[in-house]
């Protein structure tokens, strides 16, 4: 138990102080010292402590909720990342309102649930606003926002310098199972994988012709398993509960992939 | 040996098929019904490879051999003694099979038939003709110059042995190729259906803008255009009927549904940037 919370510690910045500008309750601006603090799916908060830390802003990750007490005054942006709405989510969720101070903004992946439905039963639910966390996309310099119809603009402009002070710009959309990237990307791999299903070519063949044929970044194969093929499922069968049509049922290939956590080689 | 290519249809990509063939070193019988479309086709191979000159990618005696290697036909009896004719006429079933019907008569019966279709069975085509076994997919990707790849499509009757050259022929024009099944839409235009259809879904449910989709699309995924100005490009007439195309193929499944407000641009004759209208407008202020 011990061990946990101390390798649980506050990272120390190594380049110059991201500062903070906060009205206190008498008016005076005092400046606070960032602390953000990250929770939930391993890869994505890897993810972004990294790209907060190369901004020489100060992460705490957390582990499980035990250690947030200790740090809840001096957190300033709170993260919850895991994808899947869960039990554990939900946990976490309410942990945060419960035990940071009323102003701190707490963001929370909402590709598989929306930041209403995630927050409208808890206390303070104008500081929730939605993100879409994906593996791979914070790699490039937008990040998409959904702010509930309860967010306030304070928060939403709390969140929107606190990614401006690491170089990000951000988009708000409305709060929508699966965003905009994650759900074009997440059905562009489905399809990838129904035609992996249907035969019509190989998994490499497939994403050499995609890379080839149109501009895409990576192949659509290969990208589903950088972001995880589970994670994909998780948004597309989120997308099937919400809509209700067909258009997002899932490649069973893909589906077992995502059970096996590899990628299926056809040749093998 | 030169391999002696025959291109049917002179438009966008038999002209660009042309192209690349005579600077790869194969002689090419350029036909098309129209003569004008010739005559302009080959005008247009012509100023694309001064470009390339003056780009240092191509000698000019490059580009001069290349010329000679291409015959105008205004007969199509003259493509008998072709290895391959490929085909790349308008984009109708009933067209195309009439065309390999009459391909099949004048052809050496050891040519490839290919087509260059996007969206139609090559087993309905190769149907048409009494050597289904010599007929196969060519999909080349336009600008042909400059994209890389072919998928080479395998109809339910097309031999092993016709694949095999296809890819040889594909190869000795400078292509990558992938071997693909008859299946609507093949690889590429399948797989990239949803970055269409997902975006206008998206949009037809207010999520948010045209512009800030393309700007999300281009920004957070890193893709090199945005759905909506790709589209514009496109066509949104051509894109708008290989989505319904597929749709159809696909017996409505869900999955390739064309989108109402694409339907309404067309209806409108918002094409995109060639009739200056699309999601964007880009008539000059
Ligand atoms: N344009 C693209 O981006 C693209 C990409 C891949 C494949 N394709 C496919 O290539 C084919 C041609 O497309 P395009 O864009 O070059 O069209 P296009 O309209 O530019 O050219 C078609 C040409 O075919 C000629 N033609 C019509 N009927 C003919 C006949 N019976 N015999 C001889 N010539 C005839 C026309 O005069 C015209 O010049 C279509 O099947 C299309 O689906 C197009």
Redesign the pocket.
């Known amino acids: 138990m011990r061990k946990q919370i101390k390798s649980e510690k506050i990272k120390v910045k190594k380049r110059p102080t991201a500062k903070h500008k906060l009205q206190t309750e008498n008016s005076k601006p005092v400046e606070l010292k960032q602390l953000v603090c990250l929770l939930g799916n391993e890869a994505l908060v890897k993810e972004y402590s990294a790209a907060f830390q190369e901004k020489g802003i100060a992460v705490q990750e957390l582990k499980n909720l035990a250690s947030l007490k200790t740090s809840a005054k001096k957190i300033t942006a709170a993260f919850e990342l895991t994808l899947e709405s869960n039990g554990q989510k939900k946990k976490n969720l309410q942990a945060f309102d419960e035990t940071l101070p009323e102003h701190v903004p707490i963001i929370s992946s909402s590709l598989t649930e929306t930041i209403l439905s995630q927050s409208h039963l808890l206390k303070h639910k104008h500081r929730f606003i939605g993100i879409a966390a994906f593996p791979t996309l914070l790699a490039h310099p937008l990040v998409e926002l959904a702010p509930s119809i309860h967010t306030s603009k304070e928060i939403a402009d709390v969140v929107t310098a606190l990614f401006e002070s690491i170089k990000k710009e951000t988009a708000m959309v409305q709060d929508g199972v699966g965003m905009v990237m994650p759900r074009i990307l997440c059905q562009i791999i489905n399809e990838a994988l129904f035609t992996v299903q249907n035969d019509v070519a190989t998994p490499k063949e497939i994403d050499d012709a995609m890379k080839l044929g149109t501009n895409y970044p990576h192949g659509p194969i290969a990208w589903g398993e950088m972001i995880g093929f589970a994670n994909v499922v998780a948004v597309l069968d989120a997308l099937f509960q919400s809509h209700h049509e067909e258009r997002y049922k899932v490649a069973p290939v893909l589906r077992q992939m995502a059970i096996a956590g590899i990628f299926w080689k056809k040749e093998a | 040996m030169a391999i002696s290519i025959g291109i049917?249809?002179?438009?966008?990509?038999?002209a660009g098929i042309a192209h690349i063939a005579a600077l790869n070193k194969c002689t090419v019988s350029l036909?098309?019904?129209?003569e004008e479309?010739i005559r302009r086709s080959v005008e247009r191979i012509n100023f694309e490879m001064k470009r390339s000159v003056d780009k240092n990618k191509i000698s000019d005696d490059d580009m001069k051999q290349a010329l000679t290697r291409i015959k105008k036909r205004t007969n199509i009896n003259d493509l008998d003694t072709c290895d391959i004719i490929i085909e790349?006429?308008?984009?109708d079933l009933r067209?195309k099979k009439d065309?390999f019907k009459k391909l099949d008569q004048i052809a050496h019966h050891t040519a490839i038939l290919a087509t260059?279709?996007?969206?139609l069975s090559i087993t309905s085509i190769a149907s048409a003709t009494k050597k289904p076994e010599r007929v196969v997919g060519m999909?080349?990707?336009?600008p042909v110059h400059l994209m890389k790849l072919v998928e080479v499509v395998k109809g339910v009757r097309t031999s092993a042995e016709t694949i095999t050259q296809t890819i040889a022929i594909a190869e000795k024009l400078g292509k990558k190729t992938i071997v693909t099944k008859d299946t609507p839409g093949f690889v590429v235009n399948r797989v990239a259906r949803p970055f269409y259809t997902e975006a206008l879904k998206i949009l037809s449910e207010n999520v948010t803008t045209v512009e800030e989709i393309d700007r999300i699309v281009k920004k957070s995924g890193g893709f090199k255009m945005g759905p909506f100005e790709l589209m514009d490009m496109i066509g949104n007439d051509v894109n708008f009927s290989v989505t319904e195309s597929m749709f159809q193929q696909f017996f409505n499944d869900a999955r390739f549904q064309p989108s109402h407000i694409q339907k309404q641009l067309v209806e409108a004759g918002m094409f995109g940037k060639k009739t200056k209208q699309g999601f964007y407008n880009y008539e000059e202020k």
């Open positions: 049917v249809g002179a438009g966008t990509m038999g036909y098309d019904i129209n479309v790349a006429v308008l984009e067209v065309l260059n279709t996007s969206s999909h080349f990707f336009n």
